[in-house]
């Protein structure tokens, strides 16, 4: 049963746009959220993160949003460039970071020029 | 070099071969990790490595044996694997476990095991 989950396994976005990747999770014990990046023959990077008690982090053009009550976090990136295409994750821990991360299966993004 | 290495990165092997994967972190840190990446599955985490110890073993099958000499590097042996063991592992190094569950995990580039 997947605690952490990415119902989009791809999403097409125009150059210059706003790309949304959605991510949604099943266990109310998740207090810390995770977004990772990976490109083709590397390994996954850390993008940007979010603890349960705020709503909205914001980095650059990077934006998560955690709402709590659907249980749903969302990564916007605005405006979309080609070096954003890549396959993302979503992750989660509880007890603010003590428990392991739980990763969801990924979304690949793709930026059209 | 710098930050986490693999190798091999692509490895073919016969469900009666015996190979290795090697992972070096040249970061100082001090746990070490090996995940498993399968098609449309996702990340899981198959064995922890704190100084050098093993914290965690996520009920992997004891065809994978992994190896922890010193805290830059670690190995991840294979024998009689099987065709669903093929995928991408992944080596992945932080300063200890809690920062690595809180954005400071450091992935290798992956070695992508197929078996015939």
């Known amino acids: 049963d997947q605690q952490v989950k990415q119902n989009s396994p791809s999403l097409s976005v125009q150059e210059g746009r706003i790309s949304i990747l959605n991510c949604d999770y099943t266990?109310?014990?998740?207090?810390?959220f995770l977004w990772y990046k990976k490109y083709p023959a590397e390994g996954p990077t850390f993008l940007i993160s979010?603890?349960?008690?705020?709503d909205k982090n914001e980095d650059g053009r990077f934006t998560v949003f955690l709402n709590k009550s659907a249980k749903h976090l969302s990564l916007h990136i605005v405006p979309s460039q080609p070096g954003d295409s890549a396959v993302y994750f979503c992750?989660?821990?509880?007890?603010?970071?003590?428990?392991?991360?739980?990763f969801g299966t990924g979304t690949r993004l793709t930026i059209i020029p | 070099e710098t930050g986490v290495t693999q190798t091999p990165r692509h490895l073919v092997m016969g469900m009666t071969n015996k190979k290795s994967l090697k992972c070096e972190q040249h970061l100082g840190h001090n746990a070490m990790y090996w995940y498993k990446q399968s098609a449309k599955k996702p990340l899981e985490l198959m064995f922890v490595y704190n100084f050098k110890e093993q914290t965690e073993n996520n009920s992997v099958p004891s065809r994978f044996s992994p190896e922890c000499p010193n805290s830059s590097h670690l190995f991840l042996h294979l024998h009689t694997l099987q065709p669903e063991d093929s995928a991408l592992y992944l080596c992945?190094?932080?300063?200890?476990?809690?920062?690595?569950?809180?954005?400071?995990?450091?992935f290798g580039e992956g070695s992508r095991l197929t078996v015939l």
């Open positions: 266990n109310s014990m998740f207090d810390y």
């Open positions: 979010i603890s349960s008690i705020k």
């Open positions: 992945a190094s932080s300063q200890d476990p809690q920062r690595a569950n809180t954005g400071e995990l450091f």
């Open positions: 992750a989660a821990s509880s007890n603010f970071g003590n428990e392991k991360l739980t």
